[in-house]
């Protein structure tokens, strides 16, 4: 019974909200802060972005669920599925925006994409 109830209550945030993956990694000065990557269900967002800024000696990684409310002007903001890059005083700036379920992983390792992988299996399990 207990199952069904939990069942009940997260087959709709699943089924209709669009999941991307969530994390942000950033190196300043060589030295990397890297969050944890989790899977987030966008309520109001219609896209996920991976944006990326490259340089010499910054990179900064964010993995988000996105939007265009936002503004045209900000860099992760999303208004259809591309990919865009411009230069900025020595900076790449990298934006992908997709619609598609977790489509804005980045160079995920094998042992993220394992443990993913056993996380949804772990969720079929449960729901057997």
Request: aromatic content about 10%; glycine content about 4%; charged content about 20%.
């Amino acid at each position: 019974m207990h199952r069904f109830i939990l069942f009940a209550i997260l087959i709709p945030t699943t089924i209709f909200a669009l999941q991307c993956y969530n994390r942000e990694t950033d190196v300043v000065d060589k030295k990397a802060t890297k969050g944890e990557l989790t899977i987030q269900n966008c309520t109001d967002e219609i896209f996920c972005v991976s944006y990326i800024q490259d340089g010499e000696d910054v990179k900064l990684t964010m993995l988000e669920c996105a939007n265009n409310s936002r503004g045209l002007d900000d860099d992760a903001a999303c208004t259809k599925v591309e990919t865009r890059t411009r230069q900025e005083g020595g900076i790449t700036h990298t934006t992908n925006c997709c619609q598609t379920d977790l489509c804005n992983y980045l160079n995920l390792s094998s042992t993220q994409k394992f443990s993913l992988f056993l996380c949804f299996l772990s969720i079929f399990v449960v729901f057997k």
